[in-house]
T-cell receptor, first 110, second 116 residues
Framework: DAKTTQPNSMESNEEEPVHLPCNHS???????IHWYRQLPSQGPEYVIH???SNVNNRMASLAIAEDRKSSTLILHRATLRDAAVYYC???????????FGKGTTLSVSS | GAVVSQHPSWVICKSGTSVKIECRSL??????MFWYRQFPKQSLMLMAT?????????EQGVEKDKFLINHASLTLSTLTVTSAHPEDSSFYIC????????????FGPGTRLTVL
């Protein structure tokens, strides 16, 4: 399993963009980069995933470095509901178990 | 996104009793389901991988005779905590992956187990 490094915590203000970094220097060539987030006392929620190209969806954008050793989850306009623990998880797409690290706790202030 | 449900959402039981937790994929068929547990202020820890119609694969350190997993259909997996003890109190979360290799995983809302 690829090891990931994420900041323990980050802070943001409402309506501002948030860039959540993740280093995954040992990622394998077939691993996708998945991002999930978890609110207190809830199961993780899928955010986005990608392989090589940058990806966008209604929740966020994912910027993947050209060498794939790092990626950045971008929340374009943070809201209070975005306060959660964000996990970056490299994993093969075909139904492989997701191994969670410690993640980044994002705090959003009004 | 796909929906995964868990039942019950919380349960309190006496030490020594068994508790069954259900995990259902509501709008897709799940060939593989995963069970995790999460202690307070910690990350999710994978317990086992469950494939429909076959025996579950347990992670190192997880007792298969204590945590019984049954994946009898493509939409239902159950985790039974047998002879529960206070140290088994935790947040149990399942996830499900669909039939396609491109499917991502979706997580249930979790079940809070408290053993008195």
């Amino acid at each position: 399993d690829a090891k990931t490094t994420q900041p323990n915590s980050m802070e943001s203000n409402e309506e501002e963009p948030v860039h959540l970094p993740c280093n995954h220097s040992t990622i394998s060539g077939t691993d996708y980069i998945h991002w999930y987030r978890q609110l207190p006392s809830q199961g993780p929620e899928y955010v986005i995933h990608g392989l090589t190209s940058n990806v966008n969806n209604r929740m966020a954008s994912l910027a993947i470095a050209e060498d794939r050793k790092s990626s950045t989850l971008i929340l374009h306009r943070a809201t209070l509901r975005d306060a959660a623990v964000y996990y970056c998880i490299p994993a093969n797409q075909a139904g492989t178990a997701l191994i969670f690290g410690k993640g980044t706790t994002l705090s959003v202030s009004s | 996104g796909a929906v995964v449900s868990q039942h019950p959402s919380w349960v309190i039981c006496k030490s020594g009793t068994s508790v069954k937790i259900e995990c259902r994929s509501l709008d897709f068929q799940a060939t593989t389901m995963f069970w995790y547990r999460q202690f307070p202020k910690q990350s999710l820890m994978l317990m086992a991988t469950s494939n429909e119609g076959s025996k579950a694969t347990y992670e190192q350190g997880v007792e298969k005779d204590k945590f019984l997993i049954n994946h009898a259909s493509l939409t239902l997996s159950t985790l039974t905590v047998t002879s529960a003890h206070p140290e088994d109190s935790s947040f149990y979360i399942c996830s499900a992956s669909g039939l396609l290799s491109t499917d991502t995983q979706y997580f249930g809302p979790g079940t809070r187990l408290t053993v008195l």
